[in-house]
């Protein structure tokens, strides 16, 4: 696995798999993933990663505070 996160335009891609990229599906308005021919995800590019990854991160961060309390 690869990632990959361009700061200046806050977008994250995770390489999951090195295979050639045959479709690019949208998840939702920031979200997709690449596909290779057997339809398996190979890669997930996040716009606006800050708001979706790293807000999901310190929430993860902020219960396993609470539950070592």
Known sequence: MKVEY???A?????RI????IKDTVDWNDDIW????EKGEVVGI?????????ISEILRYLNRAK????
Request: proline share 3%; glycine share 0%; net charge negative.
């Open 6 to 8: 361009d700061p200046e």
């Open 10 to 14: 806050d977008i994250l891609y995770i």
């Open 17 to 20: 798999k090195e295979d050639e």
């Open 33 to 36: 993933a690449d596909l290779n």
């Open 45 to 53: 590019e996040i716009w606006k990663a800050r708001k979706h990854v």
């Open 66 to 69: 609470e539950i070592e309390v």
